[in-house]
T-cell receptor, first 110, second 117 residues
């Protein structure tokens, strides 16, 4: 079973910030949080990852709470091309597996 | 670099037939993975490999076999195809140091669409 919980769907207006939440209350101290997205039927694409501190790259920002039990992916200026399913993932207990949940389907509208 | 390549792109199988889904990566990644994705669902891990000669089961390994004789190739074998194996299959690879908690980015192939009738 996935170790993360995400809302099944969200909407966002084009040009606005999209904030995608994720709960990972059982995360261990050395487990990273990863975000991937899948556009239509393509293979998933890496977005960002983090351990404790907030992270930012050219695609998005990742905000991790101090207790690390939840995080938020922020797309600062959503475009129509950001319409996709977004997956929040943590590693499975001392293994090399990344388990994808069902993700959040983000719909960006004009 | 071509990245992760998968063949075929699409295949129709009859129940009971067998086939091998091919996956090749040219990034010298040590880790490789096979996922399946049923319509409207997330990805489920079938098998993965942390290096040549080493494979391990994921969430849904039943009905599949894998081998990893080289770093580059990670074929997935379906021995007796069943309708429940109708899905899109994704191969992925990454470079990872298992001693740490960090796993580097997984790069995914374009997928193989399999229909079992």
């Amino acid at each position: 079973d996935a170790k993360t919980t995400q809302p099944p769907s969200m909407d966002c207006a084009e040009g606005r910030a999209a904030n995608l939440p994720c709960n990972h209350s059982t995360i261990s101290g050395n487990e990273y949080v990863y975000w991937y997205r899948q556009i239509h039927s393509q293979g998933p694409q890496y977005i960002i990852h983090g351990l404790k501190n907030n992270e930012t790259n050219e695609m998005a920002s990742l905000i991790i709470t101090e207790d690390r039990k939840s995080s938020t992916l922020i797309l600062p200026h959503a475009t129509l091309r950001d319409t996709a399913v977004y997956y929040c993932i943590v590693r499975v207990d001392n293994t090399d597996k990344l388990i994808f949940g069902t993700g959040t389907r983000l719909q960006v509208f004009p | 670099n071509a990245g992760v390549t998968q063949t075929p792109k699409f295949r129709i199988l009859k129940i009971g037939q067998s086939m091998t889904l091919q996956c090749t990566q040219d990034m010298n990644h040590n880790y490789m993975y096979w996922y399946r994705q049923d319509p409207g669902m997330g990805l489920k891990l079938i098998y993965y490999s942390v290096g040549a000669g080493i494979t391990d089961k994921g969430e849904v390994p039943n009905g599949y076999n894998v081998s990893r004789s080289t770093t580059e190739d990670f074929p997935l074998r379906l021995e007796l195809a069943a309708p429940s194996q109708t899905s899109v299959y994704f191969c992925a690879s990454s470079f990872s140091l298992s001693a740490s908690g960090f796993q580097e980015t997984q790069y995914f192939g374009p997928g193989t669409r399999l229909l079992v009738l």
